[in-house]
């Protein structure tokens, strides 16, 4: 099962930072793209951002361009998001999760299970 443990969520002002975290469980990252989540209240859930595992390119939805960095760190088996900046439209439920390939770029396809996912809240 291609399943990761999601944490760094939290409640947070406008124009606040958090840094995200999600470790695999079972297996080993370097070898899948992993891509990051989102599900606000009342909406579906949406892709945030992803990375490759063979040259770490990366793809940013235009709502988090130029906010948040997608990151990894093989050694530790674990992928991050720096989100920058957030706004309150940004506050949702974050998963993590391994996501397709094509030509070795990533995609926003999640394969396997849905993690608990962690809570970002972004409010005054």
């Known amino acids: 099962q291609l399943q990761f443990v999601e944490s760094g969520g939290g409640l947070v002002q406008p124009g606040g930072s958090l840094r995200l975290s999600c470790a695999a469980s079972g297996f080993t990252l370097d070898s899948y793209a992993i891509g990051w989540f989102r599900q606000a209240p009342g909406k579906e859930r949406e892709g945030v951002s992803c990375i490759s595992n063979t040259d770490s390119s990366t793809y940013y939805a235009d709502s988090v361009k130029g906010r948040f960095t997608i990151s990894r760190d093989t050694d530790k088996n674990t992928g991050f998001l720096q989100m920058n900046n957030l706004k309150p439209e940004d506050t949702g439920v974050y998963y993590c999760?391994?996501?397709?390939?094509?030509?070795?770029?990533?995609?926003?396809?999640?394969?396997?299970?849905w993690g608990q996912g962690t809570q970002v809240t972004v409010s005054s």
């Open positions: 999760k391994v996501v397709t390939t094509i030509q070795g770029l990533c995609t926003l396809t999640g394969v396997g299970s």
